[in-house]
């Protein structure tokens, strides 16, 4: 991090889901502000968020794990949610594809995605992105996971370079998120986790 401040990444409480929220809406309204319709972005309800988020998160704990990046005076500043690659063929970076060696249902599939990577705007580029990132992958691996796999859209150059640097490189599968009405083309990154076997399943 800039300065020296050290990096804490923890596992998200209940309490930390408005700080979550509010976090996403920011990360898209700077990420996508030439990539969505305005009035999309400014539309995203963070509190409505929050609440769908809290009538599950009991229940997806033992899937999905919601890492939260904490400065030093416990505020939250950056997110990472990790969880099952998804077969529903919903689109919008919920294709699984039907390459998780599942038929793309999600049933059975070994593969991780990364449903989500937030920072602050002000603290990209300051590392904070990378060490959430890490700490991702290390717990794929703990899970045995055989890939990661996460959704860019497509004209975000920023987060595909962030990505790549990584060690993720686009798959061939791409898809089209509804923003609103308007199509919002998404491509699909994937890097092999260690230790995994890719010849199994």
Do not use: K
């Not at 929050?50 to 505020?75: P, S």
């Not at 370079?161 to 798959?171: I, M, Q």
């Not at 009405?181 to 076997?197: F, I, K, M, N, Q």
Request: net charge neutral.
């Amino acid at each position: 991090m800039s300065g020296g401040e050290p990096v804490c990444v923890r596992e998200a409480a209940e309490a930390d889901l408005e700080a979550v929220a509010a976090l996403r809406v920011r990360g898209w309204r700077y990420a996508y502000r030439r990539l969505m319709p305005r009035e999309y972005l400014e539309g995203m309800d963070a509190a409505a968020y929050a609440a769908r988020r809290r009538a599950d998160f009991a229940a997806t704990r033992e899937t999905v794990t919601d890492l939260v990046a904490v400065d030093g005076g416990g505020r939250v500043t950056g997110w990472a949610a990790l969880g099952p690659c998804r077969g529903d063929g919903s689109g919008g970076g919920g294709v699984c594809g039907g390459v998780c060696g599942d038929g793309g249902d999600g049933e059975g599939c070994r593969d991780g995605e990364l449903y989500a990577l937030y920072v602050e705007p002000e603290r990209i580029g300051s590392g904070l992105g990378r060490a959430l990132l890490a700490d991702v992958v290390r717990r794929a691996e703990a899970r045995r996971m055989r890939r990661l796999r996460l959704w860019v859209v497509e004209g975000n150059a920023r987060a595909r370079r962030f990505y790549e640097a990584a060690g993720f490189a686009p798959d061939g599968v791409r898809s089209l998120f509804d923003a609103g009405g308007t199509p919002v083309a998404e491509v699909r990154y994937s890097r092999g986790l260690r230790g995994a076997d890719l010849t199994a399943g």
